[in-house]
């Protein structure tokens, strides 16, 4: 069982920057993909960012590409998500996600995390 922890969420204005956090407990982490998704109020989960095992490989969202930026540590078990030029669309509840592949990240990961809330002010 892996168990990820959020952090990093809050209230940003306009054009600012987050950088979101997601610690893993397992310490098989270097062999999953890991990803970011994000839920809106009435709105369903969607994918936002993903990257593969070495970190070698990511895919975005068309509406973050350009703005966000996910990348990992395995020495650390973390997972990043950097998010500039945020717009008040971009809040959300975000969860972290794993997956034994980039496959099936997008569509069904193993794992979720708890969530963290992005609350972006116009």
């Known amino acids: 069982q892996v168990q990820l922890v959020e952090s990093g969420g809050g209230l940003v204005q306009a054009g600012g920057s987050l950088r979101l956090s997601c610690a893993a407990s397992?310490?098989?982490?270097?062999?999953?993909?890991m990803g970011w998704f994000r839920q809106a109020p009435g709105k369903e989960r969607e994918f936002v960012a993903g990257?593969?095992?070495?970190?070698?490989?990511?895919n975005y969202a068309d509406s973050v590409k350009g703005r966000f930026t996910i990348s990992r540590d395995n020495a650390k078990n973390t997972v990043y998500l950097q998010m500039n030029g945020l717009k008040p669309e971009d809040t959300a509840v975000y969860y972290c996600?794993?997956?034994?592949?980039?496959?099936?990240?997008?569509?069904?990961?193993?794992?979720w995390g708890q969530g963290t809330q992005v609350t972006v002010s116009s």
């Open positions: 996600a794993a997956a034994q592949a980039m496959g099936t990240l997008m569509y069904s990961p193993d794992y």
């Open positions: 397992e310490g098989t982490f270097r062999s999953y993909a």
């Open positions: 990257i593969n095992w070495s970190g070698g490989r990511t």
